[in-house]
């Protein structure tokens, strides 16, 4: 029964990152063009913080998500799902 547990953990963490990448790939090649000429304020975290960040994001989406899908017996399971859904859906675009 663990093991079961763990791997549906690690099938959100491995959809979530998937999706990171997929995401994260399709906003390189467009901010790169226009975001390094943006005025940006003083306190503008470096660069190199956002793919830390980002990464813990979907790490913690990933674990939203499974433990959705853990609570069985709740009633409003597939209502938080779909909504689990639909900001995943928002995340990549």
Known sequence: MKSKKVFSLFIFIILCLGLELLSGYWTNHTVSTWYPILIKPSWTPPGWVFGPVWTTLYLLIA???????????????????????????????
């Open 63 to 93: 674990i939203s998500g499974w433990l959705i899908y853990k609570a069985k017996d709740s009633p409003d399971r597939s209502i938080a799902f779909m909504f689990y859904l639909a900001q995943l859906a928002l995340n990549v675009i």
